[in-house]
């Protein structure tokens, strides 16, 4: 059993070295040769397929590295599943798509929109997934 002092010395050396890792650790994750964004490949077109991504709310059926909706396929690697030219399609067509059932609305986006959204989705599909290289949706089917 410990003293009162020796409990008060224990508490107050336990939480000094926990936030010394603590702070460590936010040091270590800043550091530029961490950084797994790729920040610097941000063009102004794939800052312009987010802004897309969010006024559709495209996260409420489809996800991105595993958050958003499980209504639709997960988006993260979509471009080396389907290619730039079935995205583009899909996003340019005038009527919805409606594969598996599932019904997507007809965005009719313009070629410079929809250009913008697979700009994003290379941007996104370059991100480092520490290993997790295939996210898939809870909900899809097995093929």
């Not at 890792?21 to 936010?26: D, Q, S």
């Not at 590295?65 to 979509?78: C, D, I, N």
């Not at 919805?96 to 059932?101: E, F």
């Amino acid at each position: 059993m410990l003293s009162k002092s020796q409990a008060r010395a224990f508490f107050l050396g336990g939480t000094l070295v926990t936030f010394l890792i603590f702070i460590g650790l936010t040091i270590y994750s800043f550091m530029p040769r961490n950084d797994q964004t790729h920040y610097s490949e941000i063009t102004k077109e794939v800052v312009r397929g987010k802004e897309i991504w969010e006024a559709n709310n495209c996260m409420g059926c489809h996800s991105i590295m595993g958050e958003g909706g499980y209504y639709a396929p997960e988006l993260t690697k979509v471009l080396e599943r389907r290619g730039e030219g079935y995205i583009k399609a899909v996003l340019m067509s005038p009527v919805p798509w409606a594969p598996r059932g599932r019904k997507m609305v007809a965005y009719k986006m313009s070629e410079a929109d929809a250009n913008a959204m697979v700009a994003y989705f290379k941007w996104i599909g370059k991100l480092d997934l520490n290993g997790f290289e295939h996210v898939i949706s809870p909900l899809a089917k097995q093929e």
